[in-house]
């Protein structure tokens, strides 16, 4: 399977060895944290650096060290998305190879291996959250994200769950108000990026939202980033007039050639109601004809919905891929991105009962016969694939026992919440929910029990 050359040759460093590492980092300027990449737990950015080095914002102490053992062929335990999916029966291609061969990343293989391991390095690719902003409080997100998950938690408290702490907020804001050393020292360490930077990519919250997604496109107005792809990631949710004047303001950067180009990235999980349900607060109306709007001022530019898969996609994740395919049709350069939900535990695809395994099995078949059709890529289907693997691989049954009872416990709150009903969303999982329903009095029983 690792028949790409490149993948032997990042092996050949070390088999544990990512240029995601070294290149890539999410940074969260609310929190004064980051990450290398989006996968592990973020860490907190040390103030004390920062006035001077506003590049500790990616080059942390902590950080580094993990870069010493990934030189020495050791498995960083943050990185434990990708150890999973190499040690899954068979051979898979994990995101270490498929970020260290991105076109950001690629070209700087060699000179990266030779670097010192506590080298400061200039990322080629930024994720940056400027605040937490949101409209939406999704199923599976967090107080720090969002401010409609903020308001919910201070309202209701935790979801009666094993981790209790899910959804509710774990880094203290770091910043007060008036001053925030962490969006200081960006916008100090941005002009200083202009000849490495290949992506910069706005994320949120919803960074449509944020008054500093404006600041940005004021800075771009005066600086110009050559190599540069400006990326937003929204939930597309918002009238179409905000978005357009938004969207009408990063069209004339393109065309005065202030960045090379622009992608949109936009989230969905599953198809219509199920949509609607995982993403508290979506207007799908307004969604689709947002991606109509985006395609009308950017017909070239790839248009990505990324999908968190989770045990709620299963059931209409065949009519997701046929929305997306009739799209690609019209001339729609619509992407599909798949990545498994990890956490919370409690809405992992791989708790799934046989019927649900099977729909599964139905959307890998239908994405095979469209890929050999052209339709989709064979990125797309390769995305799918690892969720396919990574739900068949063995799971201890006492995860299972406790993420169904969970699983229960959650989507019975969630509804109260949100006012909604799973059981009239979701139909299909009406065995799912029995055998949730079962394994959650039974380990009541238990709990009840031992407590005489
Ligand atoms: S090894 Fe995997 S989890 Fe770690 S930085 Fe690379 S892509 Fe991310």
């Known amino acids: 399977m690792k028949k790409d050359k490149r993948y032997q040759k990042i092996d050949q460093i070390s088999p544990s060895f990512c240029l995601a590492k070294w290149l890539q980092v999410t940074?969260?300027?609310?929190?004064?944290?980051?990450?290398?990449?989006?996968?592990?737990?973020?860490?907190?950015?040390p103030t004390q650096l920062l006035e001077n080095k506003p590049d500790v914002l990616h080059n942390t102490p902590f950080k580094k060290r993990q870069r010493?053992?990934?030189?020495?062929?050791?498995?960083?335990?943050?990185?434990?998305?990708?150890?999973?999916?190499?040690?899954?029966?068979?051979?898979?291609?994990?995101?270490?190879?498929?970020?260290?061969?991105?076109?950001?990343?690629w070209d700087s293989l060699e000179k990266i291996a030779k670097l010192p391991w506590d080298q400061d390095i200039n990322p080629t690719y930024v994720e940056v959250m400027f605040d937490s902003i949101c409209n939406l409080s999704c199923s599976y997100c967090m107080a720090d994200i969002s401010t409609s998950i903020m308001k919910e938690m201070k309202e209701f408290g935790p979801y009666p769950v094993t981790d209790q702490q899910h959804r509710m907020p774990k880094h203290a804001d770091r910043v007060d108000d008036e001053?925030?050393?962490?969006?200081?020292?960006?916008?100090?360490?941005?002009?200083?990026?202009?000849?490495d930077l290949q992506v910069l990519r706005i994320t949120g919250g919803e960074p449509l939202l944020s008054p500093q997604n404006d600041k940005l496109l004021?800075?771009?107005?005066?600086h110009t980033f050559k190599k540069l792809e400006l990326i937003v990631n929204t939930n597309l949710s918002m009238p179409s007039e905000f978005v357009r004047g938004k969207l009408l303001r990063v069209k004339k950067l393109v065309d005065n050639k202030r960045v090379a180009g622009f992608e949109l990235y936009t989230s969905l999980d599953?198809?219509?109601?199920?949509?609607?349900?995982?993403?508290?607060?979506?207007?799908l109306e307004l969604f689709w004809k947002n991606i109509e709007l985006v395609h009308e001022l950017f017909p070239e530019s790839q248009i990505v919905i990324m999908c968190a898969y989770n045990i709620l996609s299963m059931g209409s994740f065949d009519e997701l891929i046929q929305c997306v395919r009739s799209y690609k049709e019209k001339g729609y350069k619509l992407v599909l991105d798949l990545s498994y939900v990890k956490n919370p535990f409690y809405l992992r695809a791989n708790l799934a009962t046989e019927d649900l395994r099977t729909k599964l099995e139905s959307s890998y078949a239908l994405m095979k016969s469209l890929c050999a059709q052209g339709l989709f890529s064979a990125h797309e289907l390769s995305k799918l694939e690892t969720v396919y693997n990574w739900v068949k691989s063995p799971n201890e049954q006492s995860?299972?026992?406790?993420?169904?009872?969970?699983?229960?416990?959650?989507?019975?709150?969630?509804?109260?919440?949100?006012?909604?009903?799973?059981?009239?969303t979701f139909p299909e999982y009406e065995a799912f929910y029995k055998t949730c329903h079962k394994v959650f009095e039974f380990t009541e029983a238990d709990r009840l029990a031992s407590k005489k």
């Open 68 to 105: 010493k053992l990934m030189l020495e062929g050791v498995r960083p335990p943050e990185c434990s998305y990708c150890w999973t999916v190499e040690d899954a029966p068979g051979e898979h291609i994990s995101d270490r190879y498929i970020k260290s061969t991105d076109p950001w990343a």
């Open 27 to 45: 940074i969260d300027l609310k929190h004064g944290t980051n990450h290398s990449c989006h996968h592990p737990e973020r860490h907190i950015i």
């Open 218 to 222: 004021e800075f771009f107005e005066t």
């Open 399 to 424: 995860d299972i026992l406790r993420g169904r009872r969970d699983f229960y416990s959650f989507i019975n709150e969630y509804d109260k919440r949100k006012k909604t009903n799973f059981l009239k």
């Open 270 to 283: 599953a198809f219509d109601s199920a949509a609607a349900y995982i993403r508290s607060g979506l207007n």
């Open 179 to 195: 001053e925030n050393i962490f969006q200081k020292a960006f916008w100090k360490w941005l002009p200083t990026l202009s000849q």
